[in-house]
C-alpha cells in the first residue's frame, strides 16, 4: 500500500477568524507564486498568485504577501469558514527556468465551528 | 466549462501488472504535466510535455513512461508497478511561458495489490 506521509503542519482556527499561513521558499530567483487549496480527494486548485515585483496582492477574501528578503509567502484568509478547510500549498516558479513549480510542504486548515 | 479531466477516479491493480492513466483538457494548453503526490505529502513533478517535446525530471523512474498523441490527451504509463507506487496522480496543464498557473485535475488514485 501507500507510504506513511509526513505529519502536515496543522492551523485550526475559529469559523469567522483570520488565517494566516506561512510558506518559506527555497531559490532567491524565483519569482513567481502561486497559492493553492487542496480539498480532499480533490486536485489542488489555484487561489491566488503574486509575481516577484510585488509585494502583496488581494483577491476575494484572500490576501497574499511576499517578503523577498527572507523568502517568505503568506496566505492570509479573512472571516474563515468551514468550506476553507483544505490542505494549502505555496508553489513557487524561477521564470524561463522551464515549467517546473516546486511545492511547499503543506499546511492544513481546520476551521473550528 | 474548460477543464482537465482524469480518468479513472480510482484504478486498482497488481503488483508488477502494467497500468494506464489518461488525463485530457479542453483548455488549449500547450504543456501538460504529470505529478505523484503521496499521502500528506507536496505533489512531486514527474514530467512534462510541451507540445510533443517531453521532458523527464532526473529522480523519475524509468518505471513511469508518458505518451501525449495529441493536444488534448496525455497517458500516464506504469510498467511495473511496485507497492511503492501507490499515490494519487495528478495531471496539470499550462501555457508555456512566464507567470502561467497550472490547473490540475482532480486525480487517479492507484492502489497496488
Known amino acids: 500500500g501507500e507510504s506513511v506521509g509526513l505529519h502536515l503542519p496543522t492551523l485550526s482556527v475559529q469559523e469567522g477568524d483570520n488565517s494566516i499561513i506561512n510558506c518559506a521558499y527555497s531559490?532567491?530567483?524565483?519569482?513567481?507564486f502561486i497559492w493553492y487549496k487542496q480539498e480532499s480527494g480533490k486536485g489542488p486548485q489555484f487561489i491566488i498568485d503574486i509575481r516577484s515585483n510585488m509585494d502583496k496582492r488581494q483577491g476575494q477574501r484572500v490576501t497574499v504577501l511576499l517578503n523577498k528578503t527572507v523568502k517568505h509567502l503568506s496566505l492570509q484568509i479573512a472571516a474563515t469558514q468551514p468550506g476553507d478547510s483544505a490542505v494549502y500549498f505555496c508553489?513557487?516558479?524561477?521564470?524561463?527556468?522551464?515549467?517546473?513549480?516546486?511545492f511547499g510542504p503543506g499546511t492544513r486548515l481546520s476551521v473550528l465551528p | 466549462d474548460a477543464m482537465v479531466i482524469q480518468n479513472p477516479r480510482y484504478q486498482v491493480t497488481q503488483f508488477g501488472k502494467p497500468v494506464t492513466l489518461s488525463c485530457s483538457q479542453t483548455l488549449n494548453h500547450n504543456v501538460m504535466y504529470w505529478y505523484q503526490q503521496k499521502s500528506s505529502q507536496a505533489p512531486k513533478l514527474l514530467f512534462h510535455?510541451?507540445?510533443?517535446?517531453?521532458?523527464n525530471e532526473a529522480d523519475t523512474p524509468d518505471n513511469f513512461q508518458s505518451r501525449r498523441p495529441n493536444t488534448s490527451f496525455c497517458f500516464l504509463d506504469i510498467r511495473s508497478p511496485g507497492l511503492g507506487d501507490a499515490a494519487m496522480y495528478l495531471c496539470a496543464t499550462s501555457f508555456r511561458g512566464s507567470n502561467q498557473p497550472q490547473h490540475f485535475g482532480d486525480g487517479t488514485r492507484l492502489s497496488i495489490l
Open positions: 531559490n532567491s530567483a524565483s519569482d513567481y
Open positions: 508553489a513557487e516558479n524561477i521564470a524561463n527556468y522551464g515549467q517546473n513549480f516546486v
Open positions: 510535455y510541451y507540445d510533443k517535446d517531453f521532458n
